[in-house]
Nanobody, 123 residues
Framework: QVQLVESGGGLVQAGGSLRLSCAASTRTFSSYVMGWFRQAPGKEREFVAAISRSGGSTYYVDSVKGRFTISRDNAQNSVYLQMNSLKPEDTAVYYC????????????????WGQGTQVTVSS
């Protein structure tokens, strides 16, 4: 079993920044593709970003390109999401998860999920 714990969410004004962290409790963290999804009230869980096992490849949903950056530190068993120029429409619960294929990482077929962290962006 892999436990994932997100942190770093909060309330921020439009145009501000937040950095989300996800800490994993596994000895084989580097074997996983890691992703971030978000879910707003009444909406489906939406793909945000994914990063390959070594961190060499990243993939983003169009709506966050140029604003969000996903990164990972395998020595710390952590994945991060730097969010800049935040907009009210970014308001959601953000989840990190583990998967295995970059070419399907945009789909919510993840093996493990964290409990999520709330991000609220006010106008």
């Amino acid at each position: 079993q892999v436990q994932l714990v997100e942190s770093g969410g909060g309330l921020v004004q439009a145009g501000g920044s937040l950095r989300l962290s996800c800490a994993a409790s596994t000895r084989t963290f580097s074997s996983y593709v890691m992703g971030w999804f978000r879910q707003a009230p009444g909406k489906e869980r939406e793909f945000v970003a994914a990063i390959s096992r070594s961190g060499g490849s990243t993939y983003y949903v169009d709506s966050v390109k140029g604003r969000f950056t996903i990164s990972r530190d395998n020595a710390q068993n952590s994945v991060y999401l730097q969010m800049n120029s935040l907009k009210p429409e970014d308001t959601a619960v953000y989840y990190c998860g583990t998967t295995f294929k970059m070419w399907t990482a945009h789909r919510p077929d993840y093996t493990y999920w964290g409990q999520g962290t709330q991000v609220t962006v006010s106008s």
